[in-house]
């Protein structure tokens, strides 16, 4: 049996040092009023915790997995491969190569298991959440009246014209 009130998104990170961008996709589950869980799930270190998960995500009721990993990624992919929910892909931002390895080992998965592959970095776990919140606003009223009042924020807070940031 699922529960109504359980979380609905899991955010799911190969590394502690990933959280440091995958923290944005949590705080904009929470603007949203979206209940979420975070686990550090690596595909390489923990593969049988990555495994469980992956097989309970549906039964325990989430809706949507949100996957970051950097470097050589596998996370989101493999992810998608044991569970039917829609998997979205942070490529987090490498070291050695700016991310461009994990965008690449994220989005180039082969037809047939796909991952919503997002941008490098902050962008990507922000937009992650947001896409996550329209698969919920399908469903959810006020999940869809949440993120119209999100876009609303958004749209309020661009000014007409620039400022000085020294002023
Ligand atoms: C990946 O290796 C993780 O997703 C992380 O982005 C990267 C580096 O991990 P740490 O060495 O910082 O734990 O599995």
Known sequence: MVSASGPQVGIIMGSQSDWETMRHAAA???ELGIAFETRVVSAHR???????????????????????????????????????????????????????????????????????????GKAGAINAALLAGAVLALMDPKVEAALEAWRTRQTDGVAVAPVDSDN
Do not use: C, N, W
């Open 46 to 120: 923990t593969p049988k915790r990555l495994y469980d998960y992956a097989a309970q995500a549906k039964p325990r009721g989430l809706k949507v997995v949100i996957a970051g990993a950097g470097g050589a990624a596998h996370l989101p992919g493999m992810t998608a491969a044991m569970t039917p929910l829609p998997v979205f892909g942070v490529p987090v931002e490498s070291k050695t190569l700016k991310g461009q390895d994990s965008l690449l080992s994220i989005v180039q998965m082969p037809g047939g298991i796909p991952v919503g592959t997002l941008a490098i």
């Open 28 to 30: 904009t589950l929470a």
